[in-house]
């Protein structure tokens, strides 16, 4: 491994314990913020979810090689981790550590952009059908139910089947198209609430249109658990695309994906651990890191005093 | 278009059911009466007679469903039914011709936003003016409702100022378009009895200025008395008895009124003891046949039990009852 790897690598190291550290200063003082830093495995899910961000972004110049690079198929294929490799070769002579770097963007790029596509469905029919309420919220509500009746996995091998090669912007699109049942279900039941309080009566006696009403007093107050949702799902959506991947449904090699990683070394397991050992690792880091910082932004959002 | 004489508001036998899972509550049943141009009209009731539910269906804010206002009912402003307008029409009157003040000022802000992007909100809606010129409004009108250090109160959030300040803060938005009417529901049920004083002395100060006409419901006769021009009292989802707040508090027709200011303390009165009127309303799903107030009424007899008064001309001009004893006025006890 060269210089400017490695100072990158360290870069991205002191920039996502550094910002923790930051954030932690400013928001100590709030109660909401000190709530979250109360979760040490929190402060350590945004120190990780930081790095591998940062890491991806900056993938060109963290990652040592091409990530597609196979240089000898022959003689650097399997190796284990050493200098020059640090998390070792896979089958194809490519290097681990930048085929995971560039994995990152594609696994937690998707991440984020199918819990993007599933927050706005899930957060629209979910506040319309809390403010509509009778028939609409009747027949959206139905159809969340037959949503969370078929298992997800199986919704979305149902319909990956109809590619040969799946485009990475349509995985995205069902993923995030199976993932806003409950997320609707939990912004209906705080449009619900929250259509009874009177100053919605109030805007509404002065003349705001329904949607005014839903986007500037209905939604700012859903947002706590929006975002809690939200980052859960993060969470979720990974491991999802990691576990199509996985079965050859998801990216499309030679894209890397860590789910893809992990399949791609699963024929050489007893030979050369390493190549899904440490994919499936980053994986098992990053998912634990979504839902700890998740769990402890719930917390953090809950005004009421301690509970167990 | 009505004419200048004519009244402002009229509301026609307006019906408003509940559907509850124990029958249809007759909330509203039948209820009429006009609000003339810059007069204050006060509507008086007990809990569950029906005042709050009046004031909410005028602007259609009566939650459906379970509420519905039942066709044949009539709610004229300017010549336009408001009940059959379309949901932008009716927004259009809403907070722009009528505006209305509620009960909670506290609650009835939102809590995530500061009190003058509330009342700017108001003019961007209707006004269609920028958001710096709606600004410039809201901290006009802070001013105007007597809001102390306006420029920087408006930068201030529900939660830290005090309920009297939140209500001039709901006053404000409810005037900011000018509004011809002025729907109070219990304006001041929630707020200490000195900040009452002076929230109904601006409310009487702005309707000066503006000239508009004042709906207030309350429970407070007290209140009544010193704001209102006319009365209209509500029993059972019925008006039972209008009159002006003079002829009212001189000589009341009906046994309900009379025992509402039996009621109330009164400085200039003897020291004996205040009487209630015995009994409680009754649930809307199940009003007595007859008279709806026969059970609890100390004066009723057989008519009373079978026969529904109609509201019968008293002898004061401008003065009637939903009572037999204005026909029959030998039937009264006395007290």
Known sequence: MTARPTIALVGALVLAMGAVELLRLRARRTGSGGRFFAHRSAVWGVRILLFFTVAALLAPLVAPYDPAAQPGIVTLQNMPPSWAHPLGTDAYSSDIWSRLVYGGRVSLGIGLLATLVAMSVGVTIGAVAGYARGWIDAILMRLVDVGLAVPRIFMLLLAVAYWNRIPLSILVLLLGLTGWFTTSRLVRAEALSLRGRPFVDAARALGASPTRVLIRHLLPSALAPIIVSAVLSVGNVMLLEAGLSFLGFGVQPPTPSWGTMVADGQAQLALAPWTSFFPGLTIALVVMSWNAVGDALRDAFDPRPEHA | MSDANGPLLSIRDLKTYFVTGAGSARAVDGVSLELYPGETLGIVGESGSGKTVTSLSVLRLVPEPPGHIMPGSLIEFEGRNLLTLSPGELRAVRGNQIAMVFQEPMSSLNPVFTVGEQIAEVARVHLKVSKPEAWIRAVDMLNQVGVPDADRRAYEYPHQLSGGTCQRVMIAMALMCHPKVLIADEPTTALDVTVQAQILELLEKKQAEMGMAVMLITHDLGIVAGAAD???????????????????????????????????????????????????????????????????????????RTQEPPLLEGPRPGQSARCWMVEEPNRRKAP
């Not at chain 2, 009365?231 to 027709?253: I, K, R, S």
């Open chain 2, 230 to 304: 006319r009365v209209v009292v509500m029993y059972a989802g019925q008006v039972v008895e209008t009159a002006g707040t003079t002829d009212l508090f001189a000589g009341p027709l009906h046994p309900y009124t009379a025992g509402l200011l039996a009621s109330v303390p009164r400085l200039d009165g003897g020291r004996g003891e205040l009487t209630g009127i015995p009994g409680t309303v009754p649930p809307a799903t199940s009003w007595p046949v007859g008279c709806r107030f026969h059970p609890r009424c100390p004066h009723a007899w057989d008519r009373c």
